[in-house]
C-alpha cells in the first residue's frame, strides 16, 4: 500500500518544481538568519549587549514575517516563480553591498536584516508553488518536502561561524550571494507554476479570511512550531557562547545539530499528518514542546543535557511545522495563498518574540528563564486551542475512507 501511495505521489505533481521550491526556500533560509550564527562576532565588534544582540537577530525574522503578506499577494497575482526571481535579485544585491561595506555600524546591521527578511519571505512563495501542483491527499507530503528547506539554517549555523572566523564576517554576505546566484539559475530553469493558478486574490481576500476564527487557530499554532523552530534557530549560537562559554565556531556546530534535527523533519510531521491526522501529530509535538522548553529554562548545567533537550524541543517544533501544514490546505484549499502568506506571518512573529524576548530576559534579569517559559505557556495555549477546534474540524474536514482519505 505504502509503495502504491508513493507511485501516486510521484505522478500527481511536478517534481522540478518541488525540487526547485526546495532549493530556493533552502538557500533562502540560509542566508535569513546569516546574523545568528554571525551574531558573536558581530556583537564583540560593534560592542554589543544581549538586548541589542536579541534585537539584531530578530529583525530579519519580524521582517521576514510582514512581507510574507506582500509576497503572498505577489504569488496569487504574478506567480511563484516570478515573484521568487524578483526576491532573490534584491537579497543578493544586499549581500552584496554588506560584503562591499563591511558592515561599520549597528544600523548597517538591522538594514541589512531588513533586506534579509525578504529571504524569510520565500516561506509564502515556495509552499504555494509546490503546493499547486498537488492533490490534497499529497499535500503533507508535498509541503513537508518544500518546506524542509528550513534546513538552510542549518547550514548558516555550521559553516558562517568558521567562515567568518577566517576570512572576517563581512566576506560571509559575499559568499552567501554567489551561492544564491547559482540557486537563481538553477530555478529560473527548473521552476514552473502549476496550470490551476487560481484566480489572483486582492488585499481584500486577507480580510474577509481574517473574519475567520479558524485562521486566526492557525496563525497561532504556526506561531508556535515555526517560531519556535526559527527563533531558536536565530538565537542559540549567542546562548550556547553566554550560557556554557562556547568558542563561536563550536557554539554554531551545537545550534547546527539542534537546527538539523528540526528542519530534517519537517517532512516527517507532515506525512505522519496525513497518515494519523494533522490535529492529533500536533497534540503530540505542543506538549513536548513545551516541556522541553521548560526545562531548558532552568539553565541546566551540563551542556550535553542541555543539547539533548534542544534537539528533542526541535525535533517536536520541525515536525509541527509540517503537521500544521498538512492542516492548511484542508481547510483553506482555495484560500492556500493568502492562507500561506498569513499563517507564515504569523510564524514570523512567533519568532521575533521569542528571539528578542531571550536577549532582553537576559539583559534585564540575568537569565534566560523567563523568555523560554512564556514560550513553553504559548505551546500549552496552542494545546489547548487544538482541543477547542478538534471535534468540529474532524466532523467538517475529514473525508470517508477510500481513495484519496483525507485525515484531520
Known sequence: MHTTTEKSFLKSGHLPTLFAAFLYF????????????????????????????????????????????????????????????????????????????????????LALGLVLGLAGGSFAVALPLASRWYPKEHQGTALGIAGAGNSGTVLAALFAPALGLAFGYASVFGMAAAIMV???CVFSILAKDSPAHPAPQSLGAYLRVLRLHDTWWFMLFYSVTFGGFVGLAASLTIYFHTQYGLAAVNAGYATAACVFVGSSVRPLGGWLADRIGGIAALSIFYVVAA????LVSIGLPDLA????????????????????????????????????????????????????????SKQFTGSYQDGFLVFA????????????????????????????????
Open 26 to 109: 533552502d538557500a533562502s533560509f540560509m542566508v535569513w538568519v546569516l546574523l545568528g550564527p554571525l551574531g558573536v562576532q558581530i556583537g564583540r565588534t560593534l560592542h554589543l549587549d544581549p538586548a541589542h544582540k536579541g534585537l539584531m537577530v530578530a529583525v530579519p525574522v519580524l521582517a521576514g514575517a510582514l512581507l510574507r503578506i506582500p509576497n503572498g499577494l505577489s504569488v496569487d497575482r504574478f506567480g511563484g516563480r516570478r515573484t521568487a526571481i524578483v526576491a532573490q535579485f534584491i537579497v543578493i544585491t544586499g549581500l552584496l553591498l554588506a560584503w562591499a561595506t563591511g558592515l561599520p555600524s549597528y544600523g548597517s546591521v
Open 182 to 184: 547559482v540557486v537563481l
Open 291 to 294: 516541556a522541553t522548553l521548560a
Open 305 to 360: 543535557l542541555a543539547l539533548a533537550a534542544f534537539v528533542l524541543a526541535m525535533l517536536a517544533l520541525g515536525m509541527g511545522n509540517g503537521a500544521v501544514f498538512q492542516l492548511v490546505p484542508i481547510r483553506f484549499g482555495r484560500e492556500i495563498g493568502v492562507m500561506t502568506g498569513l499563517v507564515g506571518m504569523a510564524g514570523g512573529v512567533g519568532g521575533f518574540y521569542l528571539a528578542s524576548s531571550l536577549g532582553f
Open 377 to 408: 505557556a504559548l505551546a500549552l495555549v496552542a494545546f489547548a486551542g487544538l482541543m477547542t477546534v478538534r471535534r468540529r474540524w474532524r466532523a467538517d474536514f475529514t473525508s470517508p475512507p477510500g481513495n484519496g482519505t483525507v485525515r484531520i
